[in-house]
């Protein structure tokens, strides 16, 4: 079995911080503050409060203790937000916690690196926003991961923000519960259907964002896009990509499709997608996935294997080359995000 501490560095692409739970009831304009979102004090939820979330001095410390080198952030209470139906509202917030992440980062004392929220209802608003945060040193930008039915990925409504992604080099991220999932539902009537929600439906969206990106012409037609598909896993990845090319070649000559080669071409040319506790995807990652697939911890969650990152990989990495855990941890984010160049 090959160490994973053969790796030289250790980069999370799935972190997260801990916005103050106030943030958007103390720095919206005021005429919207009581339409914005409000959320429990601290104290009364302890699940995010490893104190690096929402402490930048601190935040170097625990990440040594995982022996974690680098991290690309995402929000915690800001994922709740993709699935406002107020366009100018979200607008509003998505700026409140880009601000709000930019100073975080600037303080911190790590290597930590931003994805900014995108407002997509307008869309010329996604492209000022993407535009911003890439001139205050972000690394990428997230759009909701299910939109509404009425803008669907397999539209057109987004070519010039995936246009602009393409020229700024700013990956696009697509992080779970974002957007109208089944999260955004929450009326499961039973905890059978919760365990249903949980793998099936979640398993079924991201299929879904992959597929409708792939078979709209999306990536065919912005061949430079980079998309990052954020802690969904990947053990399910390699069966969805072998039924589509399947079926693609079988009915190439009777269903008129926007692409001219195979699904899993344009996934491994532009698509790249998150793990942190797969260990069937591990086992696969020997023969498939070894130049698209990133590793992570998912700090502070309380789905992290923080403090026990590494142990967690020597689980299920162990197994692999060790020029191949380097790309998992390290060379394939590196590579995505250009952090070589920061």
């Known amino acids: 079995m090959t160490s994973v501490r053969a790796a030289t560095r250790y980069i999370s692409a799935d972190s997260h911080v801990s916005e103050p739970p106030d943030l ?4 919206l304009p005021l005429a919207l503050r009581e339409a914005g979102p409000h959320f ?7 699940r995010f409060d490893h104190p690096g979330g929402f402490d930048p001095a601190e935040r170097a410390k625990e990440m040594a203790s995982d022996h974690v080198d680098a991290e690309i952030l995402y929000p915690t209470y800001g994922l709740t937000m993709y699935k406002m139906r107020d366009a100018a509202l979200q607008k509003a917030c998505f700026r409140v916690y880009n601000e709000w992440l930019h100073e975080y980062c600037a303080a911190a004392t790590a290597p930590v690196y931003a994805v900014g929220m995108i407002p997509t209802y307008d869309i010329q608003d996604a492209v000022s926003e993407l535009e911003w945060c890439h001139e205050h040193g972000f690394i990428g930008g997230m759009v909701w991961q ?4 009425e803008l669907s990925l397999v539209s057109n409504h987004y070519d010039s923000l995936w246009d602009a992604a393409q020229q700024l080099e700013m990956p696009i991220s697509f992080h779970i519960l974002t957007g109208f999932n089944y999260s955004a539902e929450r009326n499961e009537p039973n905890d059978i259907e919760s365990s249903r929600s949980s793998v099936n439906r979640k398993t079924a969206e991201l299929a879904d964002t992959v597929f409708d990106l792939i078979f709209s012409g999306t990536l065919a037609r912005f061949p430079r896009l ?3 598909i954020v802690e969904g896993e990947i053990g399910w990845l390699p069966f969805q990509l072998q ?5 693609f070649h079988r009915f190439q000559k009777t269903r008129n499709l926007p692409i001219n080669q195979q699904p899993s071409d344009y996934f491994y040319r532009q698509i790249y997608s998150t793990f942190f506790k797969d260990a069937v995807g591990g086992q696969l990652l020997s023969s498939w996935g070894q130049d698209n697939c990133l590793w992570s911890t998912d700090y502070p969650h309380g789905n992290s294997q923080w403090p026990n990152s590494m142990a967690v990989l020597d689980r299920n990495l162990g197994h692999l080359p060790e020029g191949v855990i380097r790309k998992l941890v390290q060379d394939n984010v590196t590579n995505l995000y250009g952090l070589d160049r920061r």
């Open 226 to 228: 980079k998309v990052a």
């Open 146 to 149: 299910v939109p509404p039915p």
């Open 40 to 46: 429990a004090p601290r104290t009364e939820s302890r």
């Open 243 to 247: 039924q589509w090319d399947y079926y």
């Open 24 to 27: 958007w009831e103390t720095r």
